[in-house]
Structures are given as C-alpha cells and as structure tokens.
C-alpha cells in the first residue's frame, strides 16, 4: 500500500516567517502534486512536479521533488494571511490515473 | 471552473438507510473519481472511473458502490450507511490527459457533508 506522510501536520506562524512542509514516502511516483484547499471548498492545484530533483517556483512558493521520486517539499516564503489553509500533496502514477493523497498540513497565518 | 456540481451539499440521515450522491459534469471528461476526506487522513480514494459502466475500487472502498450509466454523472452509494461514514465526500475529474505526464489535473468539486447518526 502507498502512503503519503506529510509533516508538520499543523503550522501557525507569524506574517513574514518562511515555512516548508514535507511529504515523504517508501513509493516511487511517477509525479507529484500540490494542493491547497480552504474551509467549505475542495482542493485546488498548485503544482506539479514529474522529474526527480526538479524545482519549481510559483511566486512565493517553491516546490522540489526529491532526486528518487519519493517525496517533495513545499517552502513558501514571507508566509502572508492568505496563504492559511490545508496543504495536500498527491502521488500519482504512470498509467493508472489513481492518486494517493498525503495526510495534509493545516497552514495558519497570523497578521 | 470545471463545470462540477455535487448533490446534496448537507445531508444527515441515520445508521442502516441507504444514501446516494450524485456528483455531474458538464464537459465530458473520461475520469471522474470519489473521494473521503476526515480530519488526519487526508483525501482517500473510494472509487473512480474510466468510462461509461468503467469504475475501479481505491484504497477505502467497503461499503460503498458506484455507477455511471451517462458521462456527466457518476453516482456514490452507501447502501446500508454507519456511522464510520460520517465524513466530506469529493467528488473529482481529471484534465489534460493529452499533454502527456504532468498535465493531467484534478479539479474536485464543492464537496458533499455527510453526517450518519
């Protein structure tokens, strides 16, 4: 069975700290992804990475995946209040088209 | 937008009555997925679907059955529900299946509040 481990599982910090969450896991995928998701909505994708070690840059955020494919890491600099929410990386793999969900950061950002 | 609408947004119902939710697309998309969401798990898969009368079990799929008899809507059905059901059930549809690895993306939908008491 695959599995996503996602670390911190809760993170409050002030306006203007940098944060990374983590994902790990034991599986190769073939890509990974980030969501975030706010209160009463579903989740919405951020990124997606497919090569190992590759890095990318979506304003304040900044998304690598691990050199094996097993896992991925979210920085996210200067965090602002609108940053607050759930963040979710998902696994996906080569053919199948069935993702595997991590167990999520919940993300607050005090003004 | 993705043109996703899940029905119904609430509901409450109790143990051993049989539930459907609907989940409707508007833009003909080939997968289309059912998700659970409860606190410290996540999002699990309980079922998705690949075609007309195409689905295929995930990773939480006991008590639950699907069908999708027309592309725009694919059905969850709890038919005896428990308590253990209670959760927020997403419903999902994938994009961009032609621009190769990496271009396929989910887009969910509002979400369903199930509570079984």
């Known amino acids: 069975t695959q599995l996503l481990e996602q670390s911190p599982q809760f993170l409050s910090i002030q306006e203007g700290e940098n944060l990374t969450v983590y994902c790990n896991s034991s599986?190769?995928?073939?890509?990974l992804q980030w969501y975030r998701q706010e209160p009463g909505e579903g989740p919405v994708l951020l990124v997606t990475?497919?090569?190992?070690?590759e890095v990318k840059k979506l304003k304040r955020l900044t998304f690598q995946f691990g050199d094996a494919r097993k896992d991925s890491s979210l920085h996210i600099t200067a965090a602002q209040p609108g940053d607050t929410g759930l963040y979710l990386c998902?696994?996906?793999?080569?053919?199948?088209?069935?993702?595997?969900f991590g167990t999520g950061t919940r993300l607050k950002v005090l003004a | 937008d993705a043109g996703i609408t899940q029905s119904p947004r609430h509901k409450v119902t109790e143990t051993g009555t049989p539930v459907t939710l609907r989940c409707h697309q508007t833009?003909?998309?080939?997968?289309m997925y059912w998700y659970r969401q409860d606190p410290g798990h996540g999002l699990r898969l309980i079922h998705y679907?690949?075609?007309?009368?195409?689905?295929d079990k995930g990773e939480v799929s006991d008590g639950y059955s699907v069908s999708r008899s027309k592309t725009e809507d694919f059905l969850l059905t709890l038919e005896s529900a428990t308590s253990s059901q209670t959760s927020v059930y997403f419903c999902?549809?994938?994009?961009?299946?032609?621009?190769?690895?990496?271009?396929?993306?989910?887009?969910f939908g509002p979400g369903t509040r199930l509570t079984v008491l």
């Open positions: 998902a696994g996906g793999s080569s053919g199948t088209y069935k993702y595997i």
């Open positions: 599986s190769v995928f073939s890509s």
């Open positions: 990475v497919v090569t190992g070690g």
């Open positions: 833009e003909n998309h080939r997968y």
């Open positions: 679907s690949y075609g007309v009368k195409d689905t």
């Open positions: 999902a549809i994938l994009k961009g299946l032609a621009g190769g690895l990496g271009t396929d993306t989910q887009y």
